[in-house]
């Protein structure tokens, strides 16, 4: 099921070609009850050249391994003038 729409006045602010870009991200994460011990991680590296003939919109996530939470989101604003 969809959400309640919008007013149109509300939508007309909104709508392409809008001066302000209107980016909204909500992220809500919890990480309860977990434990870890004698735990032994590695490094988060990220060498030299990684990222040679990357095309588009790399995006790294690093994790520790140990009652780690990872959210994630992007939001791309593109605008042609």
Known sequence: MLGVAL???RLEHLR?????PWSDMK???AVS????MAVT???NVITEGAFSNASGLPMVIQ???????????TIV???FK
């Open 16 to 20: 392409g070609g809008s001066a302000t």
């Open 41 to 43: 991680t590695g490094a």
């Open 7 to 9: 007013p149109e006045a």
């Open 33 to 36: 009850g977990n434990s870890a």
């Open 77 to 79: 604003n593109v605008q």
């Open 63 to 73: 994790n520790s391994g140990a009652n780690v939470l990872i959210q994630n989101a």
């Open 27 to 29: 992220l809500n994460g």
